[in-house]
């Protein structure tokens, strides 16, 4: 029996993860079972079941990949800085923020925003899905903890700024946007920027 690729088990995981975020934003979490899972994947049961026992370990699965990937986006956001170059300002640090979501929804065909949502709801009420969410989410804090960082040392604030209380609002930005663009559907990220750049200047 020839032996299954790394890369094909990659693949596979990754189908059935972005099977079960469309069935998340479709149907909400409760709501979306094995079966609709197996069906939206267009791979049998077996095949599913051979990479995740559950939905739970699939929901596992979501909360540890950083499936936005803002963490990414907000460390290239400094990646210039280790050759010299400031990083952008704040303003534009949070536009670059709110379209990589945007962006990857459109590259995976799911509405991220929505998920989001519904993923700080049940974090809210089930514990055991709060702490898998958690780590993510001081991940992403820490990420804005390092721009900060390098914000300040290029100027972009004051020498005496705290980084961490800097990362603190920059983390609480992103659910503001995706709230009001879930909710109220009129923000961009370059009107968001330009409030943020009105407010702060």
Not at 23 to 41: I, L, N, P, W, Y
Request: net charge negative.
């Amino acid at each position: 029996m020839p032996k299954v690729s790394d890369e094909h088990r990659t693949e596979k995981r990754q189908q059935i993860i972005a099977a079960t975020l469309r069935c998340v934003e479709r149907d909400g979490f409760h709501k979306t079972t094995m079966a609709a899972v197996v069906q939206e994947s267009g791979l049998s049961a077996g095949s599913v079941y051979t990479y995740f026992r559950g939905k739970h370990e699939i929901i596992h699965a979501i909360a540890s990949s950083g499936v936005t990937g803002l963490k990414d986006a907000i460390n290239g956001l400094i990646a210039a800085a280790s050759s010299g170059a400031a990083p952008p300002p704040p303003e534009r640090a949070i536009e670059t923020a709110t379209q990589h979501i945007l962006d990857l929804s459109e590259e995976l065909g799911i509405n991220l925003p929505r998920i989001a949502l519904q993923t700080w709801a049940e974090a809210a009420s089930d514990p055991e899905f709060l702490a898998l969410m958690a780590p993510e989410a001081r991940g992403i804090r820490a990420a804005w903890r390092r721009y900060a960082e390098a914000a300040i040392e290029a100027g972009q604030f004051r020498k005496d700024a705290d980084p961490e209380k800097i990362a603190m609002v920059l983390t609480g930005l992103l659910p503001g946007y995706i709230l009001q663009l879930v909710v109220i559907g009129d923000v961009t990220p370059k009107a968001y920027a330009a409030g943020l750049t009105d407010l702060i200047n």
